[in-house]
């Protein structure tokens, strides 16, 4: 994947005394604008949201295109000029960006094409850790558990992610997969490894206890935001376990009768992990329903197959048609669905669209990259 930097439109390049001071930003969407500072190294998203403004985005990973951005005046450099959010379209026109792929190198202005709104007051801000890894536990041959310690507490809301930028500068998102529960300096993330893909390599393969990471965050907008007694069902896949695991056990802290609901979609029995974690939510009273696309027996559809050892019995088929199987009408439910974007892409069609589930209580993070 090329990572060198590429260009937006510009008129010059800045001076180093102009730099080390940062640079003066303006976004407008039209009506409003949001004028903010950025400091060298950091990306037009982060010091936007580090300042209170709720810029748009998702994946902040260069992969969905929601931030993209018009570059009115000044000069940026991308950290991946490939990246899938922009299309050939706004490559040719030369001054569309992403916003969290871009970090200006002169004064700004921007053009957004959403509106602008400042963050909530229980949102917090963003900042740049140095962290130290202090442990890893390797769950399956391509998913672990990493250990990090920030040095300072990190105040983030259950299901919201971090940027981990590894030493040659690629940076990757990861959701916070540990028990919700007051700010902590000890962050834990459940990193599942992308064939070919070169962060996944380096952290499978040379990522060691001591290893020093930069944390970057938080960012989400799939946070838990359901009130007391609203029933929740929850869907995870992939990379989107742990953080949809971290929300349904705020969510039963929340309220302990509250009726919850969690399918676990996997590629086959082996790829099921974190049983003693579902084992306490099926002792608080949630219903966990274990779906794999492989297992070698079972009748395929959505079916049963044979018991699994520790999970009890695991269907067999898509996690999204379990879903669909069980629930003609989830209006009157919050969803949290976290996953490739295949799959969280097909259940919003199955449920969304068909009006079997509230589109404005339906929370969800696609993992693009």
Request: proline share 6%.
């Amino acid at each position: 994947m090329n990572r060198s930097p590429a260009q937006a439109r510009a008129p010059s390049r800045p001076d180093g005394a102009q730099a080390s001071q940062g640079y003066a930003l303006t976004v407008t969407d039209g009506d409003d604008e949001a004028a903010f500072s950025c400091l060298p190294g950091e990306t037009v998203l982060f010091a936007g949201q580090a300042a209170g403004w709720d810029l748009p985005y998702e994946c902040a990973s260069g992969g969905c295109g929601t931030c993209r951005a018009q570059l009115l005046s000044g000069y940026v450099t991308s950290s991946w000029p490939d990246a899938t959010g922009l299309t050939e379209r706004d490559r040719r026109r030369g001054n569309r960006i992403l916003l969290c792929q871009s970090r200006p190198a002169a004064a700004c202005a921007l053009r957004s094409q959403a509106r602008l709104r400042r963050l909530s007051g229980q949102m917090p801000r963003p900042a740049r850790h140095e962290s130290r890894v202090t442990g890893i536990d390797l769950l399956t041959a391509d998913m672990m558990m990493l250990e990090l310690d920030c040095g300072q507490p990190v105040p983030y809301l259950a299901g919201q992610f971090v940027i981990l930028e590894m030493p040659d500068g690629t940076r990757r998102p990861y959701s916070m997969s540990g028990p919700a529960g007051p700010a902590s300096a000890r962050l834990e993330l459940l990193v599942r490894s992308k064939p070919g893909g070169a962060a996944s390599r380096w952290l499978f393969q040379r990522l060691a206890v001591g290893s020093r990471l930069t944390v970057e965050g938080p960012y989400g907008r799939a946070h838990v935001q359901s009130p007391a007694g609203r029933p929740v069902v929850c869907v995870a896949g992939g990379s989107g376990l742990g953080q949809v695991l971290t929300i349904a056990e705020h969510c039963l802290a929340q309220d302990a009768t509250r009726p919850l609901s969690f399918y676990y979609g996997a590629r086959n029995v082996a790829d099921l992990v974190l049983r003693e974690r579902f084992d306490a939510l099926r002792r608080r009273g949630a219903a966990v329903i274990a779906v794999a696309e492989v297992t070698g027996a079972g009748t395929g559809g959505g079916g049963k197959t044979g018991p699994a050892p520790g999970w009890g019995t695991v269907r067999t088929g898509l996690v999204i048609d379990a879903v669909a199987a069980d629930h003609n009408d989830l209006t009157s439910h919050d969803l949290y669905v976290a996953g490739p974007t295949a799959m969280v892409d097909a259940l919003l069609a199955t449920l969304v669209r068909t009006g079997r589930a509230a589109a404005d209580r339906v929370f969800f993070d696609r993992f693009w990259t």
